[in-house]
């Protein structure tokens, strides 16, 4: 008689866990999967050679535990980041989403807040709530936009003990002002993350919040290596913070959390940033490409400063997706009713997008 297996009700889970849904967009062998945000080109072969040197020689060493400090990589990031950056300000972990948890677990925790202007990015509400702090959520004006007298408006009224900015922001692609990021920290007391993991795709002269750190020990700016350096796979994100913020991370992070392998990589990656951005010109031409040929079809398209176009007038967004599902391309239903949301992959991938959804409205 085989056993019975128990269900996850049936164990001692945390109270604030129940009824909690896992994050996750549908994985699918589809010929063409523009649904995550990724960056759907390959990283250069000259790029990938000297990775796997790179990864080869740090094989050598794998018996030892990693540099704890991941020195060498961090010294990578503040050359690349420039604003006058410089190691100690650098924390980096496995995506950037680990590097919000560990903001989290030093500063949010039982008994504390965190807030954002929803929608926004559905795992700062979940890596709240898994760190036992409350997610507060905010809200935005009719196209998705947050100015400044009503942001620190809102911030200051929620009190929270993390303020999250995700800028450009997801789903939609939302761009978001230095005045608005300055008016928020001006208002909070807490720490303030501004999440700039599309910062790359935004127009070459919009600024960034690094300017924004000096006199600012709250602050914080995470961007990764997933979307314009093609390095989903790797997970490496890090963030830029005042040196003592950074020192607080280490009082939460696990032994040795990133690994010989991961430093080499992405050390590798780094030192041909030049090479891996020459594909977020093509990605940026492929989202204008998407904004202005779904409106022609007869959508309502998002400004986008990402690497993705949020549109609206989807009649039935359930049935939409399923139809483009069902000719081979998936996109991503966001939960804002009567949109979708679709990643700019490569020529061929928009082309194939495009066509499916123009097929859609023909009928055919």
């Not at 030892?64 to 650098?90: H, N």
């Amino acid at each position: 008689m085989g056993e019975v297996s128990i269900r996850l009700d049936d164990l001692p889970l945390r109270d604030d866990l129940r009824g909690l849904t896992p994050y996750g967009a549908p994985q699918a062998p589809l010929p063409v999967a523009l649904n995550v945000n990724e960056n759907t080109h390959p990283v250069p072969q000259e790029v990938a050679d000297d990775i796997l040197d790179a990864v080869a020689l740090a094989l050598r060493d794998v018996n030892r535990y990693p540099d704890r400090e991941f020195t060498e990589l961090r010294e990578g990031f503040a050359d690349y980041l420039g604003y006058g950056v410089t190691r100690e300000q650098i924390w980096a972990a496995n995506g950037s989403n680990e590097v919000l948890q560990h903001v989290l677990q030093a500063f949010g925790g039982p008994g504390r807040t965190a807030f954002g202007f929803a929608p926004t990015y559905s795992m700062y509400p979940l890596l709240t709530r898994a760190t036992g702090a409350t997610w507060v959520a905010g809200s935005r004006a009719a196209d998705f936009s947050v100015d400044a007298e009503s942001a620190a408006f809102q911030v200051a009224e929620a009190g929270a003990d993390v303020v999250f900015l995700c800028a450009p922001n997801n789903p939609t692609g939302t761009p978001m002002t230095l005045e608005v990021i300055e008016a928020v920290y001006d208002a909070s007391r807490g720490i303030v993350v501004v999440d700039e993991a599309y910062q790359e795709f935004a127009p070459r002269d919009a600024g960034s919040a690094l300017a924004l750190l000096p006199g600012r020990e709250r602050l914080v700016v995470s961007r990764t290596m997933s979307k314009a350096f093609a390095f989903a796979g790797a997970r490496v994100g890090y963030m830029a913070a005042d040196p003592a913020l950074v020192d607080a991370l280490r009082l939460v992070r696990l032994p040795y959390h990133l690994s010989s392998l991961t430093q080499a990589a992405a050390t590798a990656a780094l030192r041909h940033a030049s090479t891996m951005l020459q594909m977020v010109d093509e990605i940026v031409a492929q989202r204008d490409r998407i904004g202005a040929t779904v409106e022609a079809i007869g959508y309502e398209p998002y400004d986008s400063w990402a690497n993705f176009v949020l549109f609206g007038g989807v009649e039935d967004s359930a049935e939409t997706w399923q139809a483009l599902y069902d000719r081979g391309v998936l996109v991503r239903d966001v939960g804002i009713p009567h949109h979708l949301r679709v990643t700019a992959g490569t020529e061929q991938e928009t082309t194939a997008f495009l066509d499916a959804l123009a097929s859609i409205d023909s009928g055919s």
